[in-house]
């Protein structure tokens, strides 16, 4: 474990996974993000952990973006390499888990397109939330040009990017950006219910589910439709299925175990 990211299991196969820079408004930085790396390596391979929630440390912020002090003296050569060689933003979406974004605060830039790569977005009515770079005379090199037009559309894509403007969580609950913005009192309750009722459900059902519907973005609807038979059909090989259905018809609760 690394102090710039505190890695926890809680009860009911849930990890949390918390940035911890809070002086610097948990702007991601080199360090940051090699060990979100690292930690989303190890959750993938441990069984006990079913879902990941994503946040910040503190109250203020969730991730600031990336480190702007880094930007200083990068050089477009090397800043591509690093964006390719390590594109942690891709790595959370197909991590083969669901992961949640609690959006406890500032969610900007790097941290927007961050979120955007997690299956789902909570945020607290108190957070602020965009895409900045324009102010820096940059525009997105995470996925904001990308993700965001596709949650949001195209014109608030354009205006979020264009004009640099945060909007509160509500807004972002408004136009798509986020499923749910919550008093910020609420906000650990209301994420720790949505991360149980998913870790509650079959492991190997909701890689599936993740797959299937990530994968609409780049297939065109017959294939995606084929893609979706496909995991279906192969769901009925798992004890989960048989699970799930001997419950129902035993009407009991159903314990998955992954397999
Ligand atoms: N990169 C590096 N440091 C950052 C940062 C970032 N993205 N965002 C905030 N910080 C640092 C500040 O430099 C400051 O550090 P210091 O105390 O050593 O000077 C500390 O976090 C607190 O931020 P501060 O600006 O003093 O807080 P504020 O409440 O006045 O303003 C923001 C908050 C979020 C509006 C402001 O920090 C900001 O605009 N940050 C940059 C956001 C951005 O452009 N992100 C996209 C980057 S591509």
New binding site residues.
């Given amino acids: 474990m690394s102090d710039v990211l505190l890695v926890e299991k809680l009860d009911g196969h849930i990890a949390k996974l918390t940035v911890n820079r809070p ?3 948990n ?1 991601l930085n080199g360090a940051v993000r090699c060990a979100i790396f690292g930690a989303l390596d190890r959750l993938a391979a441990d069984d006990e952990v079913r879902v990941v929630i994503i946040t910040g440390a503190g109250d ?2 969730f991730i ?6 880094e ?1 200083k003296d990068a050089r477009p050569v090397e800043q591509y390499r690093s964006m390719t060689r390590g594109d942690m933003y891709s790595a959370i979406e197909s991590f083969p888990k669901p992961v949640i974004a609690m959006i406890n605060g ?1 969610c ?4 927007c397109e961050l979120a955007m790569s997690c299956d789902m977005r909570v945020a607290s009515t108190s957070a ?1 939330i965009g895409q ?2 324009i ?2 005379g ?1 525009i997105p090199g995470a996925g904001g040009t990308q993700r965001l037009p596709r949650l949001v559309g195209e014109g608030w894509a354009m205006r979020l990017v264009m004009s640099g403007e ?1 909007i509160p969580g509500e807004k972002a609950e408004q136009i798509g950006l986020v499923e749910a913005a919550v008093a910020p009192e609420e906000l650990e309750g209301h994420v720790m219910e949505l991360a149980s009722n998913i870790a509650s459900r079959s492991p190997v059902a909701l890689q599936a589910a993740k797959e299937s519907i990530l994968a609409a973005r780049r297939m065109p609807l017959d294939e995606g439709l084929k893609f979706e038979r496909s995991w279906f059909s192969l769901l009925f090989s798992t004890d989960d299925m048989a699970e799930g259905v001997g419950a129902f018809l035993e009407k009991r609760k159903p314990e998955f175990r992954g397999s």
């Fill in positions: 002086e610097k408004l702007a203020r912020s600031a973006g990336a480190d702007i002090s930007f500032f900007l830039g790097g941290g602020r900045p770079e102010n820096l940059l945060l």
